[in-house]
């Protein structure tokens, strides 16, 4: 059965009146207690206004409610997909009213799933232009850090509809998605920020891709200066980014569940400086590593 809130959705109409489904949890932290993993299992969620979490214990996946249609941020990996489905109909919606598919950065734990989802739903996908190759053909771009080893988990390819610039944006029934470059954790990195109302709040949220500079185990960043002023100048993204509610790819990374059940502030201070100054002390402490290992 559809609800009057997904009908209005199909209709194009305005949504209705917010209700909290049957289907999202109250305590999604006490629901993955004790597990992190990419494909376990975690309710759906309300993160503010018509914003969704239906991602995984370790991976966040993000459903916004437009007059148009609903737009998905991130599918998990492959195995992930069948349930971030099952999150999306457990709100009372249906797959095929995913109009549009945005990723973060082009990883399998990420993005693993898109193929899938994205012949589930018939959605369009739109990227950053620093991701689409990787997108369409399913391999990882020769420059990212952890090529070699991502080589051994190629993706499905899938079909990129649009490629935005780097504050470009995606207007979806009058929502508007803009897209931050900030290629720190890949070359494609991209991070996006929309407004978000609830009662008499706006808020703008940022769901802001990983800081974290890993590798795989053969690459060395002092080899690669180009990819150090990268990856520090997609941490001054992040940094600026318009940053009322901090959202992250991994959960853990911003304390997200605990603050979705209630157990911390959803809306933090400064939550988007301190995550990109996280980012930067670890770049740091890597290349004084690497310095210190010649």
């Known amino acids: ?20 489904p049957p289907g999202a949890s109250k305590d999604i932290a006490g629901a993955c207690a004790g597990r992190d993993g990419w494909s ?11 914003s969704w979490y239906v991602g995984t214990c370790g991976i966040t996946v993000v459903l916004v409610e437009t007059a148009a249609g609903l737009v998905l941020i991130d599918t998990g990996p492959e195995e992930a997909a069948p349930h971030v489905l099952a999150n999306i109909r ?22 693993g799933g898109m193929a899938a989802i ?24 020769a420059h990212d850090p952890q090529a070699t080893w991502l080589a051994k988990y190629p993706m499905a390819p899938v079909r990129v509809d649009r490629t935005l610039r780097h504050g470009g944006a995606l207007v979806v029934g009058g929502t508007r998605f803009t ?4 290629p720190t954790h890949s070359p494609g990195s991209t991070s996006w920020t929309w407004q978000s109302c609830a009662a008499d709040q706006c808020l703008t ?59 911390a502030a959803l809306a933090q201070p400064r939550a988007c400086i301190a995550y990109a100054a996280g980012g930067s002390d670890r770049l740091a402490k890597r290349l004084a590593r690497e310095a210190e290992s010649k």
């Open 179 to 182: 897209l931050h470059a900030n």
């Open 1 to 20: 059965m559809v609800s009057g809130l997904a009908l209005a959705l199909l209709l194009g109409a305005a949504p209705a009146p917010l209700a909290s």
């Open 40 to 50: 376990d299992p975690a309710p759906p969620t309300h993160i503010h206004g018509r």
């Open 90 to 111: 457990a709100l009372g919606f249906e797959p095929r009213q995913v109009k549009w598919l945005l990723m973060t950065h082009e990883h399998f734990d990420h993005v």
């Open 205 to 263: 949220v940022a769901y802001a891709d990983s800081t974290n500079t890993i590798s795989a185990d053969d690459y060395h960043f002092t080899a690669h200066p180009d990819r150090i002023e990268a990856a520090r100048a997609g941490l001054r993204v992040i940094e600026a980014l318009p940053c009322d509610v901090l959202l992250t790819p991994h959960p853990g990374g911003s304390a997200l569940l605990e603050r979705l059940s209630g157990r």
């Open 118 to 141: 994205q012949r589930a739903t018939g959605a369009r996908l739109a990227v950053g232009e620093d991701a689409a190759a990787a997108m369409r053909n399913g391999q990882a771009d």
